[in-house]
Protein backbone atom coordinates (compact mmCIF):
# COMPACT_ATOMS: atom_id res chain seq x y z
CA UNK A 1 0.00 0.00 0.00
CA UNK A 2 1.30 3.02 -0.79
CA UNK A 3 0.63 6.71 0.66
CA UNK A 4 1.69 9.51 -0.76
CA UNK A 5 3.97 11.84 1.38
CA UNK A 6 1.37 14.81 1.83
CA UNK A 7 -1.16 11.74 2.96
CA UNK A 8 1.37 10.56 5.52
CA UNK A 9 2.09 13.89 7.04
CA UNK A 10 -2.00 14.67 7.29
CA UNK A 11 -2.36 11.88 9.46
CA UNK A 12 0.70 12.35 11.47
CA UNK A 13 -0.49 15.84 12.31
CA UNK A 14 -4.02 14.57 13.04
CA UNK A 15 -2.37 12.23 15.69
CA UNK A 16 -0.47 14.81 17.23
CA UNK A 17 -3.68 17.18 17.32
CA UNK A 18 -5.58 13.82 18.99
CA UNK A 19 -2.80 13.23 21.32
CA UNK A 20 -2.45 16.64 22.68
CA UNK A 21 -6.51 17.14 23.00
CA UNK A 22 -6.09 14.18 25.23
CA UNK A 23 -3.32 15.49 27.50
CA UNK A 24 -5.16 18.56 28.05
CA UNK A 25 -8.54 16.76 29.20
CA UNK A 26 -7.07 13.82 30.94
CA UNK A 27 -8.85 13.73 34.49
CA UNK A 28 -6.33 12.97 38.03
CA UNK A 29 -7.50 9.31 37.85
CA UNK A 30 -6.36 8.69 34.13
CA UNK A 31 -3.44 10.82 34.71
CA UNK A 32 -2.13 8.62 37.83
CA UNK A 33 -3.37 5.81 35.51
CA UNK A 34 -1.06 7.15 32.60
CA UNK A 35 1.87 7.44 35.03
CA UNK A 36 1.81 3.75 35.86
CA UNK A 37 1.32 2.83 32.73
CA UNK A 38 4.34 4.79 31.55
CA UNK A 39 6.73 3.60 34.22
CA UNK A 40 5.47 -0.29 32.96
CA UNK A 41 6.43 0.02 29.67
CA UNK A 42 9.67 1.41 30.17
CA UNK A 43 10.50 -2.44 30.97
CA UNK A 44 8.42 -5.15 29.00
CA UNK A 45 9.05 -7.73 32.05
CA UNK A 46 6.68 -5.52 33.90
CA UNK A 47 3.88 -6.15 31.48
CA UNK A 48 4.47 -9.82 31.75
CA UNK A 49 4.44 -9.35 35.68
CA UNK A 50 1.14 -7.61 35.80
CA UNK A 51 -0.69 -10.30 33.36
CA UNK A 52 0.09 -13.02 35.58
CA UNK A 53 -0.04 -11.15 38.79
CA UNK A 54 -3.82 -10.57 37.35
CA UNK A 55 -4.53 -13.72 35.85
CA UNK A 56 -3.32 -15.58 39.10
CA UNK A 57 -5.15 -13.54 41.94
CA UNK A 58 -8.18 -13.85 41.35
CA UNK A 59 -8.17 -17.76 40.43
CA UNK A 60 -8.78 -19.88 43.74
CA UNK A 61 -10.99 -19.04 46.65
CA UNK A 62 -8.65 -20.22 48.73
CA UNK A 63 -6.56 -17.04 50.68
CA UNK A 64 -3.67 -19.70 51.16
CA UNK A 65 -3.08 -20.76 47.38
CA UNK A 66 -3.77 -17.13 46.39
CA UNK A 67 -0.86 -16.03 48.70
CA UNK A 68 1.38 -18.75 47.53
CA UNK A 69 0.92 -17.99 43.76
CA UNK A 70 1.40 -14.01 44.64
CA UNK A 71 4.06 -14.77 46.05
CA UNK A 72 5.57 -17.02 43.72
CA UNK A 73 4.60 -14.14 41.07
CA UNK A 74 7.11 -11.77 43.49
CA UNK A 75 9.72 -14.08 43.81
CA UNK A 76 9.83 -14.96 39.78
CA UNK A 77 9.58 -11.44 38.51
CA UNK A 78 11.97 -9.40 41.37
CA UNK A 79 13.04 -6.73 39.21
CA UNK A 80 9.63 -5.07 38.58
CA UNK A 81 9.92 -1.43 38.39
CA UNK A 82 6.52 0.60 37.95
CA UNK A 83 5.36 0.44 41.61
CA UNK A 84 5.00 3.32 43.68
CA UNK A 85 6.97 4.03 46.89
CA UNK A 86 4.08 3.19 48.80
CA UNK A 87 2.81 0.33 46.70
CA UNK A 88 6.50 -1.14 47.32
CA UNK A 89 5.88 -0.82 50.41
CA UNK A 90 2.53 -3.06 50.45
CA UNK A 91 4.38 -5.61 48.88
CA UNK A 92 7.06 -5.86 51.55
CA UNK A 93 4.59 -5.59 54.22
CA UNK A 94 2.30 -8.67 52.26
CA UNK A 95 5.16 -10.59 51.44
CA UNK A 96 7.04 -10.56 55.36
CA UNK A 97 3.78 -10.66 57.15
CA UNK A 98 0.68 -11.23 55.23
CA UNK A 99 1.95 -14.35 53.71
CA UNK A 100 1.68 -15.97 56.99
CA UNK A 101 -2.31 -14.41 57.64
CA UNK A 102 -4.02 -15.07 54.49
CA UNK A 103 -7.16 -14.54 55.48
CA UNK A 104 -6.50 -11.24 56.05
CA UNK A 105 -4.01 -9.88 53.77
CA UNK A 106 -5.57 -11.99 50.88
CA UNK A 107 -8.85 -10.36 50.50
CA UNK A 108 -7.09 -6.86 51.37
CA UNK A 109 -4.66 -7.31 48.58
CA UNK A 110 -7.23 -8.03 46.47
CA UNK A 111 -9.23 -5.35 46.82
CA UNK A 112 -6.70 -2.73 46.52
CA UNK A 113 -5.53 -4.58 43.25
CA UNK A 114 -9.44 -4.03 42.01
CA UNK A 115 -9.57 -0.56 42.88
CA UNK A 116 -6.38 0.19 41.12
CA UNK A 117 -7.39 -1.76 37.67
CA UNK A 118 -10.99 -0.69 38.08
CA UNK A 119 -10.68 1.82 35.53
CA UNK A 120 -9.34 -0.64 32.72
CA UNK A 121 -10.61 -4.33 34.11
CA UNK A 122 -13.98 -3.88 34.75
CA UNK A 123 -16.32 -6.30 37.24
CA UNK A 124 -17.63 -9.11 35.33
CA UNK A 125 -21.12 -9.02 37.31
CA UNK A 126 -24.12 -8.44 34.92
CA UNK A 127 -25.07 -5.30 36.28
CA UNK A 128 -21.91 -3.79 36.58
CA UNK A 129 -20.87 -4.63 32.95
CA UNK A 130 -23.76 -3.95 31.31
CA UNK A 131 -23.88 -0.19 32.73
CA UNK A 132 -20.50 0.29 31.52
CA UNK A 133 -21.22 -1.02 28.25
CA UNK A 134 -24.04 1.62 27.89
CA UNK A 135 -22.08 4.02 29.08
CA UNK A 136 -19.38 3.40 26.42
CA UNK A 137 -22.04 3.02 23.84
CA UNK A 138 -23.73 6.20 24.99
CA UNK A 139 -19.85 7.88 24.06
CA UNK A 140 -19.62 5.69 20.48
CA UNK A 141 -17.32 3.25 21.86
CA UNK A 142 -17.47 -0.15 21.61
CA UNK A 143 -16.20 -2.81 24.48
CA UNK A 144 -13.85 -5.57 23.78
CA UNK A 145 -15.03 -8.51 26.49
CA UNK A 146 -11.84 -10.06 27.20
CA UNK A 147 -12.35 -12.60 29.98
CA UNK A 148 -9.28 -12.73 32.69
CA UNK A 149 -8.10 -16.04 32.99
CA UNK A 150 -5.30 -17.08 30.63
CA UNK A 151 -3.93 -20.92 31.50
CA UNK A 152 -6.48 -23.80 30.82
CA UNK A 153 -5.18 -26.46 32.90
CA UNK A 154 -7.50 -29.68 31.03
CA UNK A 155 -10.61 -30.49 29.10
CA UNK A 156 -13.15 -29.83 31.69
CA UNK A 157 -11.71 -26.34 32.67
CA UNK A 158 -11.56 -25.64 28.56
CA UNK A 159 -15.10 -26.79 28.47
CA UNK A 160 -16.19 -24.32 31.36
CA UNK A 161 -14.42 -21.27 29.59
CA UNK A 162 -16.31 -22.04 26.09
CA UNK A 163 -19.61 -22.47 28.19
CA UNK A 164 -18.52 -18.84 29.85
CA UNK A 165 -18.46 -17.42 26.05
CA UNK A 166 -21.23 -18.42 24.88
CA UNK A 167 -22.96 -16.95 28.16
CA UNK A 168 -20.79 -13.87 27.67
CA UNK A 169 -22.61 -13.57 24.04
CA UNK A 170 -25.91 -14.19 24.99
CA UNK A 171 -25.95 -10.94 26.62
CA UNK A 172 -27.98 -8.30 24.10
CA UNK A 173 -25.38 -5.54 24.93
CA UNK A 174 -22.66 -7.35 23.96
CA UNK A 175 -21.34 -7.86 20.63
CA UNK A 176 -17.44 -7.73 20.86
CA UNK A 177 -15.14 -10.48 22.86
CA UNK A 178 -11.81 -11.67 22.37
CA UNK A 179 -10.82 -15.38 22.64
CA UNK A 180 -7.70 -16.65 22.94
CA UNK A 181 -7.12 -20.08 22.06
CA UNK A 182 -5.01 -21.06 25.26
CA UNK A 183 -8.51 -20.71 27.06
CA UNK A 184 -10.47 -23.26 25.07
CA UNK A 185 -8.29 -25.68 24.39
Do not use: C
Not at 124 to 149: C, D, M, P, S, Y
Request: aromatic residues 10%.
Amino acid sequence: MNISKERFEEAKEVAREWQLYIQEHRESVEEKFHDTMLRMLKDPMNKIFLIELLDQSFRSKNPHRVADQIEYIFSKYKGTSFFSAFEELLILSFRKVGIYMTNISVPIFIKYLRDDIKNVVIPGEEKALVEHIKKRKAEGTRVNINIIGEIVLGEMEADERVDKYIKTLQNPHIDYISIKISTIF
